[in-house]
Each structure stands twice: as structure tokens, then as C-alpha cells.
């Protein structure tokens, strides 16, 4: 049974800091890409942070560059989001993702989600 389960969301104040985990279980997780996306209240998910199964390259979306940091343990199957600087405009549900393609199929699994909101 496939299982991504995220953690480490909550409340914190402008300029804090939060570091996101997600649990990966039930599938070859290195071989996944890894992502995180997240929702914010009346706007469309989308993609914060992406680490490739391969060579571990990193992709961000332009808004959280610099500040956010996503890295990946295969040998404990998880993956983190550290996150720097948070502003208000990070406040969403944050979902953790995994990503494979073979020739003839796409996986892709999502976590429940955690919530962070950033305020003061």
C-alpha cells in the first residue's frame, strides 16, 4: 500500500522557519522524482519544489527560490522541505508527491497534505 505521509506543518510568524517531512512507503522511492506542491485557499495547487530520483537535481517555482530548500534521504525514504523566510504568501496546504514514468505507464502519489500558515 502506497503511503506518503507529511509532517512538521503548523503556525509560524513572518520570517520564521519550518521544515516539512514526508514519509514515503509502498513504492521503489528512489526511483521517484519527488515534489512538493502546495494550495492555497481559492487558488490552483501548484509546484513549490521538485528533486529528481537520478542525480538529485533541484527545481523551485521563482517565488520560493532562495528561501526554501527540498532534499531527499533515500535510505530512509523520506523528503524534506526546509523552509526559510516564510511570508504570508506561503500560507497553504502543502502536499507532498511522487513522480515515475517507465514506457508505458505514469505513477504519481500524493500525501494527505499538511497545513502551514504564516502569520503574525
Known amino acids: 500500500q502506497v503511503q506518503l505521509v507529511e509532517s512538521g506543518g503548523g503556525l509560524v510568524q513572518p520570517g520564521g522557519s519550518l521544515r516539512l517531512s514526508c514519509a514515503a512507503s509502498?513504492?521503489?522511492?528512489?526511483?521517484?522524482?519527488m515534489s512538493w506542491y502546495r494550495q492555497a485557499p481559492g487558488k490552483e495547487r501548484e509546484l513549490v519544489a521538485r528533486?529528481?530520483?537520478?542525480?538529485?537535481?533541484?527545481n523551485y517555482a521563482d517565488s520560493v527560490k532562495g528561501r526554501f530548500t527540498i532534499s531527499r534521504d533515500n535510505a530512509k525514504n523520506m523528503v524534506y522541505l526546509q523552509m526559510n523566510s516564510l511570508k504570508p504568501e506561503d500560507t497553504a496546504v502543502y502536499y507532498c508527491?511522487?513522480?515515475?514514468?517507465?514506457?508505458?505507464?505514469?505513477?504519481?502519489?500524493w500525501g494527505q497534505g499538511t497545513q502551514v500558515t504564516v502569520s503574525s
Open positions: 509502498g513504492f521503489a522511492f528512489r526511483t521517484y522524482a
Open positions: 508527491n511522487a513522480g515515475f514514468r517507465n514506457l508505458v505507464r505514469i505513477y504519481v502519489y
Open positions: 528533486i529528481t530520483s537520478t542525480n538529485g537535481s533541484t
